[in-house]
């Protein structure tokens, strides 16, 4: 876990993305979010514990979130069939 050196502090957002194992890397801000998921979960978007609400449809808005603050391949994925 990405912590603070010598105070057991999480340096990174606390939200964990569908994918498990990967945490968002943007700085922690507030209740150990970072800003962006920090207003996601003002909005109820998120639940206390750093999941996507259940009561969030909007798939666009579910990506959105979860993939919020993850490096981004730049590569084009083509199928040569």
């Known amino acids: ?15 964990r993305t569908s994918l498990g194992l990967t945490y968002c890397q943007e700085p922690a801000y ?15 978007e998120l639940l206390p514990n750093g999941q996507i609400n259940e009561m969030l449809v909007d798939q666009d808005r579910r990506r ?3 993939f919020h603050g993850q ?3 730049d590569t084009i994925y083509v199928d040569e069939r």
């Open 71 to 73: 490096p981004q391949d």
């Open 1 to 15: 876990m990405n912590q603070a050196p010598g105070t057991g502090t999480r340096t990174h957002c606390r939200f």
């Open 64 to 66: 959105t979130i979860n």
């Open 30 to 44: 507030a209740e150990g979010f970072c800003r962006f998921h920090y207003e996601c979960f003002l909005r109820g």
